[in-house]
């Protein structure tokens, strides 16, 4: 005990304080040390997410030009289903002007069909 009495004789409060400066240094530095990393963390992440947010940015005017794609096939595909009930009618009307031709000209007499003849001719004068 008597060794531990003599060191503590040599210790002076200055000791004291140089010692708690360089502790607080050391802390000081450390926590400087984390600081820093963890900046350097924020600043990936902020990087991460500015790319992030860049993609889908990217994809949002994706999907807004395939809407407007599709949306162009949709009034195309109704205006082909349009042509497409309008040359079925017309087969339809080219089919009975065959049908009215075949039964003119086949089916009927030919005293029958010089009177229609004649008649079409008074009518459309």
Do not use: F
Not at 13 to 22: A, F, G, R, V, Y
């Amino acid at each position: 005990m008597r060794n531990t009495l003599l060191l503590q004789d040599y210790i002076t409060p200055t000791d004291h304080l140089e010692e708690i400066n360089n502790s607080l240094r050391k802390i000081q530095t450390q926590l400087l040390q984390e600081l820093s990393n963890k900046q350097e963390v924020l600043e990936s992440k902020n990087q991460e997410i500015q790319e992030l947010k860049a993609a889908l940015e990217n994809k949002s005017k994706l999907v807004a030009e395939l809407k407007d794609a599709i949306s162009a096939v949709e009034r195309n595909n109704e205006g082909n289903k349009q042509l497409n009930k309008k040359l079925i009618s017309e087969i339809v009307r080219k089919q009975q002007d065959i049908e009215w031709y075949k039964r003119t000209y086949e089916s009927r007499s030919l005293l029958g069909t010089l009177k229609e003849k004649i008649l079409w001719k008074i009518k459309t004068k």
